[in-house]
């Protein structure tokens, strides 16, 4: 059973354009939502996290809108870079279940000059 | 920040025999951690779940003796993939997660089985 939909597969972005990728979690006791980007051969990297007490989180480029009712969640990413090309992974965890992260799909990331 | 380190980045082995890959917390007490398996393109599988000093959970599926962990201390987890296959090849990454910090991930290793 796969908790965790994430949309697009791929996606091809303009640099300078806006990226936008979209998670969507079935499990209503989820209360931790990361986004971790992973480029070929290495280890995911966290680059953002939100909590449901909040609506939206940005650092820099990066923006993650969360709804709770509609239990989607999706990232951002502003001013698209060619150096933003990688894989995006969303992802959910219940504090104290265990910790276990469930990963969604991934979204392969494709910024072009 | 949380700095996980995981080695070898790449291992080849024969088939038959068994390989070690090391994940460490360098500057954090990990008191979980956690080892996937990742196939090209496609998501992260969790393979089991580690807490120090104890028996590792293994996800439905997967094959506990084939696939060895040790939690041995707040700082070191090992996977012993024992009598390793052509069909073991994958990319394998660990993540540690302690009290402070959230869920950081080792870099990998390639593991090739001919």
């Known amino acids: 059973q796969q908790q965790v939909k994430q949309s697009p597969q791929s996606l091809i972005v303009q640099k300078g354009g806006i990226s936008i990728i979209n998670c969507a979690y079935e499990?209503?006791?989820?209360?931790?939502f990361p986004w971790y980007q992973q480029f070929p051969g290495k280890g995911p990297a966290l680059l953002i996290a939100i909590r449901p007490d909040v609506s939206e989180k940005k650092e820099g480029r990066f923006t993650i809108s969360f709804n709770k009712s509609a239990k989607q969640f999706s990232l951002h990413i502003m001013d698209s870079q060619p150096g933003d090309s990688a894989t995006y992974f969303c992802?959910?965890?219940?504090?104290?279940?265990?910790?276990?992260?469930?990963f969604g799909t991934g979204t392969q990331l494709k910024v072009e000059l | 920040g949380a700095v996980v380190s995981q080695h070898p980045s790449r291992v080849i082995c024969k088939s038959g025999t068994s390989v070690k890959i090391e994940c460490r917390s360098l500057d954090f007490q990990a008191t979980t951690m956690f080892w996937y398996r990742q196939f090209p393109k496609q998501s992260l599988m969790l393979m089991a779940t580690s807490n120090e000093g104890s028996k590792a959970t293994y996800e439905q599926g997967v094959e506990k003796d084939k696939f060895l962990i040790n939690h041995a201390s707040l700082t070191l987890s090992t996977l012993t993939v024992t009598s390793a296959h052509p069909e073991d090849s994958s990319f394998y990454i660990c993540?540690?997660?302690?009290?402070?910090?959230?869920?950081?991930f080792g870099s990998g290793t390639r593991l090739t089985v001919v």
């Open positions: 992802a959910a965890s219940i504090t104290g279940g265990g910790n276990k992260l469930t």
């Open positions: 993540s540690a997660r302690g009290t402070t910090y959230g869920y950081t």
């Open positions: 499990n209503t006791a989820f209360d931790y």
